[in-house]
């Protein structure tokens, strides 16, 4: 894979932060490609750039939202105009401080190399219960935790 592909899948991935970060409806769906999906936190499914756009504004005009705070892990080129980053996330609520450990998350950014560039077709926020398994939440959390002290 070259860097080139890593860069603007990693792109797409901050960008999308930064847009839910500044409560930005338009930012948060500029990376998307025109059929694009969204798979929220809560299993709820929104397609086209568009719908996620007016979904955004929706959420961002109904109540203050938590900044995110992801760590990107990995980019693998599964064909050569196809993407996969995984990464994981956790949020600081509106208002608080530290991140709460019951929105950390596992996520998925499927990325298509489209006539306009790089665009996003999947993003999917996975709840990162680790039923029975608290130490890899905890874990988790301290890893989040440190990537929130090293972004301010």
């Known amino acids: 894979m070259s860097n080139d592909v890593e860069e603007a899948v990693r792109a797409m991935y901050r960008a999308i932060l930064a847009g839910w970060n ?27 750039r568009g719908q996620i756009e ?40 509106a208002g608080a401080n530290a991140i709460n450990p019951d ?16 665009r996003v077709i999947s993003y999917q926020n996975t709840p990162a219960a680790f039923h029975g398994r608290p130490e890899l939440a905890d874990a988790l959390t301290a890893e989040l935790t440190t990537e929130l002290h090293a972004q301010r």
């Open 22 to 48: 500044a409560q930005d409806a338009h930012a948060f769906a500029a990376a998307f490609a025109d059929d694009g999906e969204v798979i929220g936190f809560d299993g709820s499914r929104v397609v086209g």
């Open 54 to 93: 007016e979904e955004m504004a929706r959420i961002f005009a109904d109540h203050a939202t938590g900044s995110y705070v992801g760590i990107a892990r990995s980019v693998r080129q599964l064909g050569p105009d196809i993407a996969l980053l995984d990464a994981v996330s956790g949020v600081v609520p």
């Open 103 to 118: 929105l950390n998350a596992i996520q998925s950014l499927v990325a298509q190399r489209q006539a306009d560039g790089w």
